[in-house]
């Protein structure tokens, strides 16, 4: 397996804890259309950074890279046996997705995993996995930060909380929105969109970044570029067949993803959620 990696800068002049901070990914797939399906993805954003490596590297791998994603086949003998990273001596990452041919075969290691991916996975249910990853870090990344880092975008909020008002400039105001009142966020490039009620606010945030700002109790990542509050959903419909959508009370109707069916049932059971 060829080993390559997109960003030379060494792990430690990186910015682990930084909400923008690029997302390191390490990949230990031996199948070759899964790991070039994978790297695709990863490589399509720029915010990134990708390390493939032989099974016989992953644990020296982590230890060096210290990366916030690690992707690794449920057969590889360096997990095989294993019940955790904590059991392997090893700093587990913010999220591992661990991947297979036979669902059957999870072990306990896996079935602690994030996501398990059956092979062969298309680009959505690859996309929907790395959205509760993406999720899963930023959370991490969030509750990590300093008191004194924190972006106006997180006005009000402190270490190891998430964000009650955010803070956007509309014209020549600066408004303060409390997240309770949010109905839902969409994506645009590098800013968010914030609807509440007939208002849309822009604020300068990525909806990756957002999410992780956000108390994962209220809001839920149901489409690579919406979020919505669950205090202002009406109903999820999930057919068997057909398109999926959320209805907000509002009676607006977002899309659903197929390849989020059985990940969206997983969380809506949490009982946090419930």
Request: hydrophobic share 45%; glycine share 4%; charged share 25%.
């Amino acid at each position: 397996m060829k080993s390559f990696q997109r960003n030379t800068q060494p792990a430690a002049l990186t910015k682990p804890h930084a909400i923008d901070a690029p997302l390191r990914v390490l990949v230990a797939e031996p199948d070759t259309s899964s790991r070039r399906l994978i790297c695709a993805l990863l490589q399509c954003n720029a915010e990134t950074t990708v390390t493939c490596v032989e099974d016989s590297q992953l644990l020296s791998a982590i230890d060096e890279t210290a990366p916030d994603l690690v992707i690794v086949d449920v057969h590889s003998p360096s997990i095989r046996r294993a019940l955790s990273w904590e059991a392997l001596r090893i700093e587990p990452a913010p999220a591992t997705i661990v991947t297979g041919f036979d669902p059957s075969a999870v072990s306990t290691f896996a079935s602690n995993a994030l996501d398990f991916l059956v092979k062969p996975f298309d680009v959505e249910r690859f996309e929907s996995a790395l959205d509760l990853a993406t999720a899963a870090i930023g959370q991490a990344r969030s509750a990590a930060l300093p008191a004194d880092s924190l972006s106006h975008a997180e006005h009000g909020a402190e270490q190891g909380r998430f964000a009650q008002r955010l803070a956007v400039e509309a014209g020549e105001r600066i408004v303060l929105l409390r997240t309770e009142d949010i109905e839902w966020l969409q994506a645009s490039g590098n800013y968010s969109r914030i609807h509440l009620g007939d208002m849309v606010y822009l604020l300068r945030q990525s909806l990756k970044n957002l999410h992780a700002l956000l108390d994962p109790n209220r809001f839920l990542r149901v489409h690579r570029n919406a979020i919505v509050n669950l205090d202002h959903v009406e109903e999820f419909y999930l057919p068997a067949q057909g398109n999926m959508f959320v209805r907000l009370k509002n009676g607006l109707c977002l899309p659903l993803r197929k390849a989020n069916r059985a990940l969206l049932r997983k969380i809506l059971k949490r009982p946090f959620i419930a």
